[in-house]
């Protein structure tokens, strides 16, 4: 079998969207709407939730299951509704935020030009539509904040809107109320009524669905397989030279990070169960680290942390855990233990750890490399510091921002250890922290002497870079954005620049690998892998 110059890995129906939550078929039967859910894009050791969103809007041809057009939503997805003779689908999404507001929005799709526009002047969270006719819209709205509660006795006010413009729909056109009244208490989303619809259709068409989400690592192997984690897979391998799933590891929980070491014949991976409310709190139980033999996906040893954990390593295949823990009460919070072959007792304390300061994942590390901050303050003045195993001894390299007149708060990132031509070097990206958000421009990938830390190159983007993998000629980088850039290791020159897309429709990616014959893996945040030539892409 002869492979395309780019294919895809965990492709299949309703990939788009994710796991659904609601659905609604056209009067005439040819089309669904789906609303669906791709997952967090945060776990306990990074954010990268700005990026495009995990919220999908969708709508497939039921003959051929074929996706034609694509909305990414800010908040979940509540009701959907086809209009009974114009080409429109509505979606009404929202959510609470957790301490007074009901946002949302109403978002009315033309199947026609693919163009969604947001109708309620404020946002607000919309829990159902229904189509009475042509003309009107009923509505049931959430209260706009908790403050209300009181005033309608209720969270769920009812409204219907009459109109003969729907084909002309504008931005912020409809202002509430519109003669709201109480209603009883809206029952939650039928998530599995969802799924059956969507599992269905599948099956009448000869396919079978299976959720997908977040592909959080990938790596290759030197005889070209791929490996990949992801949400209830602990590691899979794919072959990379016919495209097929060799073998799968389950687990409860998500795996985050993938470890390749030395031999080539076995793999660590990072494990985290998900949340569980306890005693009134969110609680999370240890990270598990396993130990997967690579020509079976057998798991020959497991190893738990003592709490929620990042893993570090280095080419050696010396690898050390720190714990993530931000509780204030914790007295393990920041602590560092090695795994095996040191396998040492002995541990050191780099100070709390949080996920949007202190990620700072190298790849082909001659070093066991951490951020570390100031002691009370641990998120700012971050160094990078190595630590020797199994001593625990700690070493400062250099501050992480390169430029101390300007005294910035940088959150640390992905990157890669290179020693070519222009000799030792670090790459890795990061971004300025700034109050307003993520300024244009101040997303950054940086090369810097190791183990001095001096500038040599600087890229700068708009958006945040969510994997970086390097080799002597290029790095290459996958931003948030969904853009792919390629940069030549010697001076950060721009090589290849290009937006990502499966199937014509533009995805998130997660996780990026150099794997075997020139080409790049890279994950994505609807649980597929884009493969494509590292050096000028598809």
């Known amino acids: ?41 945060q776990w306990h050791g990074r954010d990268v939730s700005c990026a495009r969103g995990s919220h999908r809007l969708a709508v497939y041809r039921t003959d051929d299951l074929t996706c034609i057009h694509q909305v990414t939503s800010r908040w979940p997805a509540q009701s959907v509704a086809f209009h009974p003779t114009l080409p429109l689908v509505a979606f009404g999404t929202g959510s609470y935020d957790g301490g007074w507001s009901y946002e949302g929005e109403l978002l009315l799709l033309d199947l026609t030009t693919g163009n969604a526009v947001s109708l309620l002047e404020h946002p607000r969270q919309v829990r159902q539509i229904t189509w009475r006719s042509p003309e009107t819209l009923d509505l049931v709205l959430a209260i706009p904040c908790d403050a209300d509660e009181q005033r309608f006795g209720t969270i769920s006010l009812a409204c219907s809107i009459s109109r003969d413009d729907w084909d002309r729909a504008a931005v912020g056109m409809l202002r509430m109320p519109y003669g709201e009244k109480a209603v009883l208490e809206q029952p939650p989303t039928d998530t599995a009524a969802a799924v059956a619809a969507v599992s269905y259709l599948c099956r009448q068409r000869g396919q079978v669905w299976a959720a997908r989400r977040g592909v959080w690592a990938v790596e290759g192997l030197a005889d070209g397989r791929i490996l990949t984690t992801l949400e209830g897979v602990g590691l899979e391998c794919w072959s990379g030279t016919t495209g097929q799933l060799l073998w799968q590891v389950p687990v409860d929980g998500t795996g985050y990070q993938i470890r390749v070491l030395p031999s080539g014949r076995t793999a660590l991976v990072l494990t985290q169960a998900p949340r569980r409310y306890r005693e009134g709190r969110w609680i999370r139980d240890p990270s598990v680290v396993l130990e997967i033999d690579l020509d079976d996906g057998a798991v020959r040893k497991t190893h738990k942390s003592s709490c929620p954990a990042v893993l570090v390593s280095r080419t050696d295949g010396s690898w050390a855990l720190r714990d993530t823990d931000h509780d204030r009460r914790s007295r393990t919070a920041g602590e560092v233990t090695f795994g095996p072959p040191a396998d040492s007792a002995t541990t050191i304390q780099l100070g709390r750890y949080d996920l949007f300061n202190h990620f700072f994942d190298i790849r082909y590390a001659p070093e066991l490399l951490f951020l570390q901050g100031r002691r009370g303050e641990p998120w700012r003045g971050k160094w990078v510091v190595a630590v020797d195993a199994p001593t625990g001894r700690a070493r400062r390299l250099f501050p992480l921002e390169w430029d101390a007149s300007r005294g910035r708060h940088l959150f640390g990132g992905s990157g890669a250890y290179l020693d070519d031509t222009a000799g030792p070097a670090l790459v890795h990206s990061g971004a300025v922290h700034d109050r307003a958000g993520l300024l244009p421009g101040n997303a950054f990938v940086l090369r810097r002497r190791y183990p001095t830390g001096e500038p040599q190159w600087i890229f700068t983007a708009d958006r945040e870079a969510t994997a970086l993998d390097a080799d002597d000629t290029f790095v290459y980088v996958v931003f948030n954005s969904g853009e792919l850039i390629v940069l030549k290791a010697e001076d950060g020159v721009v090589h290849v620049r290009q937006e990502l897309r499966i199937a014509g429709r533009p995805v998130v990616p997660l996780s990026l690998a150099r794997v075997g014959a020139g080409r790049l893996a890279i994950g994505t945040l609807d649980g597929q892998v884009l493969v494509v030539p590292a050096d000028a892409p598809a």
């Open 1 to 41: 079998m002869t492979l395309p110059e780019a294919w895809v890995l965990g492709a299949g129906p309703f990939r788009e969207i994710g796991q659904p939550r609601v659905t609604a078929t056209s009067p005439h039967g040819d089309l669904i709407a789906v609303g669906g859910n791709l997952g967090q894009l």
